[in-house]
């Protein structure tokens, strides 16, 4: 079992910057695959980035090239690291977790992922 818990959301002008932090409680953090997803209203969750536990990454179309996965073993932390923000960027995002032992998964899918953190809040004004 693993608890998540995002921080660093916020209010940002268009081209700024943003950072969010996927804190995991829990043993075996390494073990585990990595995912952040978003939500507007009245939109569907969507895929953002996710990183494998071999630190293999996987990002969405519309953010590649402006956002970064990391993650931090020793911390227990998943990072977003969000650059060159637009307003269709606004939304609640979402870490989300998976266990895999063989280090090479990571995906798109959000039924992949077994655990999911609350939420964060990013808005992004034009």
């Known amino acids: 079992q693993v608890q998540l818990v995002e921080s660093g959301g916020g209010l940002v002008q268009a081209g700024g910057s943003l950072r969010l932090s996927c804190a995991a409680s829990?043993?075996?953090?390494?073990?585990?695959?990595m995912g952040w997803f978003r939500q507007a209203p009245g939109k569907e969750r969507e895929f953002v980035a996710a990183i494998s536990a071999s630190d293999s990454t996987l990002y969405a179309d519309s953010v590649k090239g402006r956002f970064t996965i990391s993650r931090d073993n020793a911390k227990n932390t998943v990072y977003l690291q969000m650059n060159s923000l637009k307003p269709e960027d606004t939304a609640v995002y979402y870490c989300a977790a998976d266990y895999d032992s063989s280090g090479r998964f990571y995906s798109p899918r959000t039924y992949d992922y077994d655990y999911w953190g609350q939420g964060t809040q990013v808005t992004v004004s034009s």
């Open positions: 829990g043993r075996r953090f390494s073990y585990y695959a």
